[in-house]
């Protein structure tokens, strides 16, 4: 599992297809596995799209597997159980893949020494995630009211034995966290860069999207002069762990998302089927302009459309 960035794959041939009733059968008959992204399909902000929870629970009595794939790394994925189980949504921990989980793991798998140390710049659920996996992390929101003082006699002090820094999304993000993980990358030998995602924008709130990971892994990137390793969608480190862990064929999986450039690259990078809904990031125009080069198998309006074309 080596979590580089793909190369990217559109799918060629022919533009999406608008769910109906005839290809919705068609794809509910042909997939064990349903993976679905979060903000912007399940939620925007703290708000359930309507329809989910019926959507969901049709697809359980069907026999099919529900995992949950979402890049906002500000939880683990025990807070992320407990942000579904307020909003009435009964998933368990082992069906939630975050960035945050991803994070750890890649460290895990690939035998991050247990003597060095994790810089965070991000939130609560990557801290979670790496302590968790046996890690010592350091950073992250305690570090969110540090300030830095640019006088002429200011040294900036960091912990030389940080051998990764990860970075996701992070509301409280500082010149402070950008010095010290600058210095840790650039001046730590072999200290690895990594981002939980790369998203531009995500829905935070109901209302509007925000500045996504991608404003502050490019922070980071611009400091240091480095790419980073990207463990979220649409890396395929993700996806391979996800397969590991359910021994599940991607040619039998959907996933199921609103952005093009993560979640329908992610699933189709694996060879999954791909719906993109329109209840999040992408709009139909954005999908039908010609300079879009990433063509979902289907589209349609929300999750609960599914619901509506079953006849259920």
């Known amino acids: 599992m080596k979590g580089e960035n793909p190369n990217p794959s559109p799918r060629s041939g022919a533009a999406a297809e608008l769910l109906c009733g005839v290809n919705a059968k068609a794809l509910l008959d042909s997939v064990d596995a349903f993976l679905?992204?979060?903000?912007?399909?399940?939620?925007?902000?703290?708000?359930?799209?309507?329809?989910?929870?019926?959507?969901?629970?049709?697809?359980?009595?069907?026999?099919k597997k529900l995992v949950f794939v979402t890049n906002n790394s500000t939880k683990s994925r025990a807070q992320y159980a407990n942000k579904f189980r307020s909003l009435g949504l009964s998933v368990t921990q082992d069906e939630i893949f975050s960035s945050s989980f991803a994070a750890a793991m890649y460290l895990k798998v690939n035998h991050f020494p247990p003597n060095k140390k994790a810089y965070v710049i991000g939130g609560e659920g990557i801290l979670q995630e790496l302590q968790l996996a046996g890690f010592t992390a350091l950073g992250g929101p305690e570090d969110g009211e540090k300030r830095v003082q640019l006088k002429s006699s200011c040294f900036f002090e960091h912990d030389k034995n940080v051998g990764a820094v990860v970075v996701g999304l992070d509301p409280d993000i500082n010149y402070y966290k950008l010095q010290y993980g600058t210095l840790c990358i650039r001046e730590n030998p072999g200290c690895l860069f990594i981002a939980t995602n790369c998203d531009s924008v995500g829905h935070m709130t109901d209302l509007q999207e925000w500045p996504g990971a991608g404003c502050m892994v490019g922070a980071i990137c611009g400091s240091t002069g480095r790419e980073p390793i990207v463990v979220g969608k649409p890396s395929t480190f993700m996806m391979e762990f996800l397969l590991q862990k359910f021994h599940m064929s991607p040619s039998r999986m959907c996933m199921v998302g609103d952005r093009l450039?993560?979640?329908?690259?992610?699933?189709?990078?694996?060879?999954?089927?791909?719906?993109?809904?329109?209840?999040?990031?992408?709009?139909?125009?954005?999908?039908?302009d010609s300079s879009n080069s990433i063509q979902p198998d289907y589209y349609t309006s929300k999750v609960s459309d599914i619901l509506k074309l079953l006849g259920e």
């Not at 902000?45 to 069907?62: F, P």
């Not at 450039?261 to 709009?283: E, M, P, R, Y």
């Open 36 to 63: 679905f992204d979060c903000d912007g399909v399940i939620w925007k902000g703290d708000k359930l799209i309507d329809g989910v929870s019926q959507t969901l629970d049709l697809l359980r009595s069907k026999g």
């Open 261 to 288: 450039d993560t979640d329908i690259l992610f699933g189709q990078n694996a060879g999954c089927k791909t719906l993109l809904v329109l209840s999040g990031v992408t709009t139909e125009s954005i999908l039908g």
